[in-house]
T-cell receptor, first 114, second 116 residues
Framework: KNQVEQSPQSLIILEGKNCTLQ??????????LRWYKQDTGRGPVSLTI?????NTKSNGRYTATLDADTKQSSLHITASQLSDSASYIC?????????????FGTGTRLTIIP | EAQVTQNPRYLITVTGKKLTVTCSQN?????MSWYRQDPGLGLRQIYY???????DKGDVPEGYKVSRKEKRNFPLILESPSPNQTSLYFC???????????????FGPGTRLTVL
């Protein structure tokens, strides 16, 4: 069964500090991995998308890494801001016979405090 | 502005009263999908559509129906809602019919449904 596990479940850090969120997956056959940001009460917004051949992708202060051998990904946030307070969701895609199947993690709830 | 819209945003209803949640996108996307999000669970796919008149079940389709008569619209229908369908619902779209692939998947703002 395809699974995506994220850690920690929640995290509180001071404004300006860095943090790293983790994603482990057992999804096959792997197609790509996405990170989304979801503000409270709103729809997820795409941050990064990485294929098998990519091991890092940046979007401003967000940097995602992918180790396809160990089936792990991380999302690093640099110099956090209050607006980074949100849930961060890891999504892994499997593609089989042309059809794509997304498996969502349960997210990490990040709170930035002043 | 590229967007996915959903209506209504909030809905409280009673068991058994049929309802429809609308979803519309203005990006000429082929692929559209409905998800539900419940506390402690990841988003789960209800139904998806690869193009007009092409729909298929996702992971949790029981109790739901969909239709795709026009490319831009993908309504979610609950024929006889039950309390276990109380949830936060999201519609999403992406360019290609085979699925998001490496395309950006755009999500709507969500519809919070309560079934009493």
């Amino acid at each position: 069964k395809n699974q995506v596990e994220q850690s920690p479940q929640s995290l509180i850090i001071l404004e300006g500090k860095n943090c790293t969120l983790q994603c482990n997956y057992t999804v096959s056959p792997f197609s790509n991995l996405r990170w989304y940001k979801q503000d409270t009460g709103r729809g997820p917004v795409s941050l990064t998308i990485m294929t098998f051949s990519e091991n890092t992708k940046s979007n401003g202060r967000y940097t995602a890494t992918l180790d396809a051998d160990t089936k792990q990904s991380s999302l690093h946030i640099t110099a956090s801001q209050l607006s980074d307070s949100a849930s961060y969701i890891c999504v892994v895609s499997a593609r089989d016979f042309g059809n794509e199947k997304l498996t969502f993690g349960t997210g990490t709830r990040l709170t930035i405090i002043p | 502005e590229a967007q996915v819209t959903q209506n209504p945003r909030y809905l409280i209803t009673v068991t058994g009263k049929k309802l429809t949640v609308t979803c519309s996108q203005n990006m000429n996307h082929e692929y559209m999908s409905w998800y539900r999000q419940d506390p402690g669970l990841g988003l789960r796919q209800i139904y998806y559509s690869m193009n007009v008149e092409v729909t298929d079940k996702g992971d949790v389709p029981e109790g739901y129906k969909v239709s795709r008569k026009e490319k831009r619209n993908f309504p979610l229908i609950l024929e006889s809602p039950s309390p276990n369908q109380t949830s936060l619902y999201f519609c999403a779209s992406s360019s290609h019919g085979a699925g998001p692939g490496t395309d950006t998947q755009y999500f709507g703002p969500g519809t919070r449904l309560t079934v009493l």
